[in-house]
């Protein structure tokens, strides 16, 4: 069902993030004493007293800013509150009423949604202090002392956003949506590609690498089906993570890889494939997902009709690890090859998500040992008695043979190539488990 949007926010480091985190009993946002943290909206489903909604975490907003990175913050805090139902004002007890939060409670009521004024580091229990009423000023209504930290005051809080939430019909949630998560090494393009996607600024896209530090979620809808894009902060080699916020960033990327189906691996033509590439790409083969490699900034290359192939071969040697994965010539920057990306998309999440009849397998193996005999090492030779799918997203299969250890990994990317070649399992990794059931010997 589509979910009421309510949307945090405030200036720079009043604790908006905490807040966020402590409502949807998460940790999802970002949190640091380093004002502009949070960059990008962040979205997380939330619960009060039996209603539903989405909650948004925004950057703080800097009115007079001319910084490059907080007047962009201040346009993504601006697209939270145009798509919100309601808005929640978070301000700092501590600091008082600052001419920041005048210029934005001014732009609140500009925008005409129901807003809730949350006043918070109140971490003392019992009567609010007087510092409390300055927030009259606002011109907002009732300010709500909470404390972010300990939760305290949360729940009036929350009691005065239901009454502005509209009533939304129960229906049964969608699950038909492919969730792909768009990773790569910093400043690839992936912020670039995911607008492209959307036909909207969706993610803070700058020169300056890195500027994307949390996972952010984009529901797509269209011809090809329905799609959650994932924008991911850039993973970078562990010896350049030197801030505590990049550690958080690269860990929210992996696990957007973790709930995702699809991993869009983003690599930059002008640079080619890196040793870093390797490491984002081996992660996601790792956990099993189905992978497709967009090769971006195609458009800036100079080309004659040999480029293609030969960057493709060249890819496809870099990829010898991850042999079945497609690569999708793009540019964000002109929407170049972006339709062939969906159906590249969905189909090697359809490959993942493959499930083939015990019969048809055994056939395929009784074909395969018959050209290739299984291996044999000391008058032991290995006998394989049968295999069979066991599960799905990716595809696992068992053999019960009569030695492991006669099963070398020779033979068995042997089985994994005729097994592929037959069932056309691109775009999805396979994964091999060997079961010994008797240990006779077998001259």
């Given at each position: 069902m589509v979910l009421p949007v309510v949307a945090v926010v405030g200036r720079p480091n009043v604790g908006k993030s905490t807040l966020f985190n402590k409502l949807i009993g998460q940790r999802l946002s970002i949190v640091e004493d380093t004002p502009g943290v949070t960059r990008d909206r962040i979205y997380g489903k939330c619960e009060w007293l039996g209603r539903e909604f989405m909650l948004v975490d925004t950057g703080?907003?800097?009115?007079?800013?001319?910084?490059?990175?907080?007047?962009?913050?201040?346009?993504?805090?601006?697209?939270?509150?145009?798509?919100?139902?309601?808005?929640?004002?978070?301000?700092?007890i501590k600091s008082g009423v600052t001419s920041t939060d005048m210029e934005v409670a001014q732009m609140?009521?500009?925008?005409?949604?129901?807003?809730?004024?949350?006043?918070n580091k109140v971490d003392n229990v019992g009567d609010p202090p007087m510092e409390l009423y300055?927030?009259?000023n606002l011109g907002l209504g009732e300010p709500f002392p909470v404390s972010s930290v300990h939760g305290h005051g949360t729940g009036d809080m929350l009691d005065e956003v239901l009454k502005y939430l509209p009533d939304v019909s129960?229906?049964?949630?969608?699950?038909?949506?492919?969730?792909?998560?768009?990773i790569g090494k910093p400043n690839v393009g992936k912020s670039s590609l995911i607008n492209r996607i959307c036909g909207e600024e969706r993610v803070i896209?700058?020169?300056?690498?890195?500027?994307?530090?949390?996972a952010t979620d984009t529901d797509i809808e269209n011809e090809f089906g329905k799609f959650v894009f994932i924008d991911t902060a850039g993973i970078r080699r562990k010896s350049k993570v030197l801030e505590s916020v990049e550690k958080y960033s690269v860990l929210r990327a992996y696990m957007a890889v973790d709930r995702a189906d699809v991993a869009v691996i983003v690599i930059d033509a002008t640079v080619?494939?890196?040793?870093?590439?390797?490491?984002?790409?081996?992660?996601?083969?790792?956990k099993g997902k189905a992978c497709v490699v967009a090769v971006n900034k195609w458009d800036a290359l100079e080309k004659d009709g040999k480029t293609m192939n030969e960057f493709r071969k060249?890819?496809?040697n870099d990829f010898s690890f991850m042999s079945y994965v497609p690569f999708v010539f793009v540019s964000a920057k002109t929407g170049l090859r972006v339709d062939k990306l969906f159906e590249m998309i969905r189909y090697v999440k359809e490959k993942n998500s493959v499930r083939i009849a015990t019969g048809k397998l055994n056939e395929v193996l009784a074909y395969a040992t018959?050209?290739?005999?299984?291996?044999?090492?000391?008058?032991?030779?290995?006998?394989?008695?049968?295999?069979?799918?066991?599960?799905?997203?990716?595809?696992?299969?068992v053999f019960f043979v009569n030695r492991a250890e006669l099963f070398h990994f020779s033979y068995q990317r042997y089985l994994e190539n005729q097994i592929r070649e037959t069932f056309s399992l691109d775009g999805t990794p396979i994964v091999f488990k060997i079961r010994e059931r008797d240990r006779d010997d077998v001259k």
């Open positions: 703080g907003i800097e009115p007079e800013s001319n910084d490059v990175i907080l007047s962009q913050m201040r346009r993504q805090s601006e697209l939270a509150i145009t798509s919100a139902n309601v808005i929640i004002l978070v301000t700092d609140l009521m500009k925008s005409g949604k129901p807003v809730v004024l949350c006043v300055e927030f009259y129960a229906e049964d949630e969608d699950d038909e949506a492919v969730k792909v998560a768009v896209v700058s020169d300056i690498a890195g500027t994307t530090r949390d080619g494939f890196t040793e870093q590439d390797s490491k984002v790409a081996g992660y996601a083969h790792e060249k890819l496809e018959q050209r290739v005999q299984p291996p044999s090492d000391k008058g032991r030779r290995l006998k394989i008695y049968y295999m069979t799918q066991v599960s799905t997203n990716p595809p696992t299969f």
